[in-house]
T-cell receptor, first 111, second 114 residues
């Protein structure tokens, strides 16, 4: 069945460091891929998405490229800020608005 | 445009009771999905409604049920609560029930079962 495997956390970085959070997926067909972010005490916010192979999603300095050949959708940011501290979830669409989520990666950015 | 709203935000119940959670989607959105988030199991899909019809259901027992009204607002109900039902319940809406649609999440209802 469809599933998402996400890099285990937690991840602690210094401000302005480079961020990579790995995400790989297993799916039949060609799902859309998403990164969601959850700040403390809040629900999920869509960070970026990609709907087909080689698409690059980007938002707020974050980027991820849909790699069909490696079934990956790694999240990257060139210079993290303290305000980026949150839990990041990789997800794929299973059709009919059924999202499969990874386990989440907690990011802490220290000044 | 107002976002997805969920009520109540916090709820405390005891084992054996039942609970109803409410979700109001973004105006114009016709699809509502529900998810359960727990530390142990992560985010799991419960069910999805579109035009008052359940179109998809996750792997949860029949104690979990839902419905959608003609104005797209949705409720989910959990009967005979168990301790393991303690979780953050998230509702998400999208314009329609398509794989390419983006789901927008509400802040969640945190349910604690004692």
């Amino acid at each position: 069945g469809d599933s998402v495997t996400q890099m285990e956390g937690p991840v602690t970085l210094s401000e302005e460091a480079f961020l990579t959070i790995n995400c790989t997926y297993t799916a039949t067909g060609y799902p859309s891929l998403f990164w969601y972010v959850q700040y403390p005490g809040e629900g999920l916010q869509l960070l970026l998405k990609a709907t087909k192979a080689d698409d690059k999603g980007s938002n707020k300095g974050f980027e991820a490229t849909y790699r069909k050949e490696t079934t990956s959708f790694h999240l990257e940011k060139g210079s993290v800020q303290v305000s980026d501290s949150a839990v990041y979830f990789c997800a794929l669409s299973g059709g009919a608005n059924n999202l499969f989520f990874g386990t989440g990666t907690r990011l802490t950015v220290i000044p | 445009k107002a976002g997805v709203t969920q009520t109540p935000r916090y709820l405390i119940k005891t084992r054996g009771q039942q609970v109803t959670l409410s979700c109001s989607p973004i105006s114009g959105h016709r699809s509502v999905s529900w998810y359960q988030q727990t530390p142990g199991q992560g985010l799991q899909f419960l069910f999805e409604y579109f035009s008052e019809t359940q179109r998809n259901k996750g792997n949860f027992p029949g104690r979990f049920s839902g419905r959608q009204f003609s104005n797209s607002r949705s409720e989910m109900n959990v009967s005979t609560l168990e301790l393991g039902d303690s979780a953050l319940y998230l509702c998400a809406s999208s314009i329609q029930a398509g794989e390419l649609d983006t789901q927008y999440f509400g802040p969640g209802t945190r349910l604690t079962v004692l």
